[in-house]
């Protein structure tokens, strides 16, 4: 199967604000398994070989007119796109291009544009600055210690916690685009240092004060992590967290992500079944019936896809819970 040089796709996200959305992914996939500056023990595609530092260090860039030419064809594709959204396989803000991008894609199509960030490098005004003409910024947030942010994020060298609170809250004073902070909950099965104890949550909603965001997003993995010592946090301990994020910042800045919840389908044209599969499990794990709704596919035409590409070595099958998700090799 020929790979496009960038991934302009639609496909779920993990936001109930988001719905409808046709994402972009602006750093190739390189010879590794994906370029980023984080190593997340959550992460839905695993581990990164080896991470990257700065955008300067970054090969395999998408380019503004990749992406231009990729939403041409594309949303003509779809009938009812509620976002553009940049974000993918590798850390979107990596790509300093990414303002430019922003600015010749609304020029293109009348649809908000939001970008999903791991917040890496919010400490850099360039960044701030790609991210200025953004609709909505969604950006994470595991912790407000810097010993736990480490344990969890496993950044690159020179990425530390200071600068990326300090950047998050300089996106929300500059009037910009909205920020949304998704917090990903954690549990532990081993020890490990996660972000579910009542200690972790009152640190993270003192940071939250301090930054101010318009929306809080709490939510826990549903998908299998790069960790098998990682867990989801459960469903009624994830309720008490996001009742004490009601009291400080009020019901309507506090979304609350449980398992389950779906999505309204939209219309897609296909032109490429087998490509357009691919390249969603290729963004993140899914299950068999996920991958079905996301892109409006019957059950019988899905099914000789998914045994071709895992046949073809494509993608394989992983266990997580009581359900399976097919995941790119």
Request: glycine share 6%; hydrophobic share 35%.
């Amino acid at each position: 199967m020929e790979k496009r040089k960038s991934r302009i796709i639609y496909g779920p996200i993990l936001s109930r604000r988001l719905g409808r959305s046709l994402g972009i992914d602006v750093i190739h996939r390189s010879s590794s398994r994906k370029n980023c500056n984080f190593d997340c023990v959550y992460c839905q595609l695993g581990h990164v070989d080896k991470k990257i530092s700065s955008p300067e260090e970054v090969k395999g860039l998408v380019s503004c007119t990749e992406v231009v030419d990729g939403i041409e064809h594309y949303h003509r594709n779809i009938d009812d796109i509620d976002y553009i959204t940049f974000s993918g396989t590798c850390e979107p803000t990596l790509n300093l291009g990414l303002g430019d991008m922003i600015t010749e894609v609304k020029k293109l199509i009348n649809v908000p544009v939001c970008v999903i960030t791991n917040s890496s490098l919010m400490g850099r005004k360039d960044v701030r600055e790609n991210l200025a003409n953004a609709d909505l910024v969604v950006a994470t947030l595991v912790s407000g210690n810097e010993k736990t942010f480490k344990a969890i994020n496993r950044p690159a060298s020179g990425i530390n916690l200071h600068d990326i609170i300090e950047g998050l809250r300089e996106l929300k004073k500059s009037g910009g685009p909205k920020l949304a902070i998704e917090v990903m909950l954690l549990d532990s099965n081993s020890g490990y240092p996660t972000n579910s104890s009542d200690q972790e949550v009152d640190k993270l909603i003192e940071v939250l004060k301090f930054i101010n965001p318009d929306e809080i997003e709490i939510l826990t993995i549903s998908r299998p992590p790069a960790e098998d010592f990682i867990v989801p946090v459960s469903e009624n301990r994830l309720k008490e967290i996001a009742q004490k994020f009601d009291e400080e910042f009020g019901r309507k800045r506090v979304r609350l992500v449980l398992k389950g919840i779906k999505r309204k389908r939209s219309t897609i044209k296909h032109e490429n079944l087998i490509e357009e599969v691919y390249d969603l499990i290729l963004r993140r794990p899914c299950t068999f019936a996920q991958i079905g709704q996301s892109l409006d596919i019957d059950e019988d035409d899905l099914f000789p896809i998914i045994k071709g590409l895992v046949d073809g070595g494509k993608i394989v099958r992983v266990n997580s819970g009581n359900d399976s998700y097919y995941r790119a090799t």
